[in-house]
Antibody, heavy 114, light 108 residues
Framework: QVTLKESGPALVKPTQTLTLTCTFSGFSLSTHGMRLSWIRQPPGKALEWLSHIYWDDDKLYTTSLETRLTISKDTSKNQVVLTMTNMDPVDTATYYC??????WGQGTLVTVSS | SYELTQPPSVSVSPGQTARITCSGDVLPNQYAYWYQQKPGQAPVVVIHQDNERPSGIPERFSGSGSGTTVTLTISGVQAEDEADYYCQSTDIIGTSVIFGGGTKLTVL
């Protein structure tokens, strides 16, 4: 059974760095072809893909945010970490990790406010 | 950059057929996926690879495509189908993920 769960702070201040962790089970990210992704959704708005990390440690970022994003994995812990620097109130959103398209975490709401 | 365009809203009465479109230049070359999202919940895929229905998804959900437009069809809409629906595809080289802007389906 595949499960994913996001964790991280619910509130961050503007200019701070956000660190989110996705802890998963039911599969291995070292399996050839495997990929995990981060997606976010501002309140009342559409889904926005942020980043992928692949089994071979290849990484991909959405163009508009690639200077602020870093994705990494710890295969031994079954975790993927996303960091986003210089947070702004417009980054307020629910952040999901997912094994697109089939498996999604429940999401974690991050509010950016002073 | 590539975009997927959906109508903001679609309304149907129970038992009728709802059709939600998604348009984009990548669609003739890349698969489309459809997600259902209910308030406070994560998206759930209802259509894979243009027209494949995952196990557990009711038969009333179907997908089709023609050229730069794909369509999610819900036949015999039920009250429980009221949700936001998102199409998703990838860029032309199949790596970056693109989501449509979402369509709110209202069951009257």
């Amino acid at each position: 059974q595949v499960t994913l769960k996001e964790s991280g702070p619910a509130l961050v201040k503007p200019t701070q760095t956000l660190t989110l962790t996705c802890t998963f089970s039911g599969f291995s990210l070292s399996t050839h072809g495997m990929r995990l992704s981060w997606i976010r959704q501002p309140p009342g708005k559409a889904l926005e893909w942020l980043s992928h990390i692949y089994w071979d440690d290849d990484k991909l970022y959405t163009t508009s945010l690639e200077t602020r994003l870093t994705i990494s994995k710890d295969t031994s812990k079954n975790q993927v970490v996303l960091t986003m620097t210089n947070m702004d109130p417009v980054d307020t959103a629910t952040y999901y990790c997912a094994r697109i398209p089939d498996y999604w975490g429940q999401g974690t709401l991050v509010t950016v406010s002073s | 950059s590539y975009e997927l365009t959906q109508p903001p809203s679609v309304s149907v009465s129970p038992g009728q057929t709802a059709r939600i479109t998604c348009s984009g230049d990548v669609l003739p070359n890349q698969y489309a996926y459809w997600y259902q999202q209910k308030p406070g919940q994560a998206p759930v895929v209802v259509i894979h690879q243009d027209n494949e229905r995952p196990s557990g998804i009711p038969e009333r959900f179907s997908g089709s495509g023609s050229g730069t437009t794909v369509t999610l069809t819900i036949s015999g809409v039920q009250a429980e189908d009221e949700a936001d629906y998102y199409c998703q595809s990838t860029d032309i080289i199949g790596t970056s993920v693109i989501f449509g802007g979402g369509t709110k389906l209202t069951v009257l």
